[in-house]
């Protein structure tokens, strides 16, 4: 059974930090090219990052360049997101997915409030 949990949201003041984690099973992760994806409340969903197999080529929605961070651990099946500087528009639910597969976790939720 494919599964992808996500980890490692919850509520910070604009400008603190977070890192998410996606621990991923059920398929050979090395092989498969990995995104996030979120969705703001009332919003639909927003592409954030994404990450070639072997982690060669990061690529990032223009908003979040300079501060979110991709990166994948193959030997642990993990996918990361760390988010820095953090504002109140990157308020929503965080999905780990296989890239154009339709396959993502159960999201954790960012809430960036003073």
């Known amino acids: 059974e494919v599964r992808l949990v996500e980890s490692g949201g919850g509520l910070v003041q604009p400008g603190g930090s977070l890192r998410l984690s996606c621990a991923a099973s059920?398929?050979?992760?090395?092989?498969?090219?990995m995104e996030w994806v979120r969705q703001a409340p009332g919003k639909g969903d927003e592409w954030v990052s994404r990450?070639?197999?072997?982690?060669?080529?990061?690529t990032y929605q223009d908003s979040v360049k300079g501060r979110f961070t991709i990166s994948r651990d193959d030997t642990k099946n993990t996918l990361s997101l760390q988010m820095n500087s953090l504002k109140t528009e990157d308020t929503g639910v965080y999905y780990c997915?296989?890239?154009?597969?339709?396959?993502r976790g159960q999201g954790t939720q960012v809430t960036v409030s003073s």
């Open positions: 997915a296989v890239l154009q597969s339709g396959i």
């Open positions: 059920g398929f050979q992760f090395r092989n498969y090219a």
């Open positions: 990450i070639s197999t072997g982690g060669a080529y990061p």
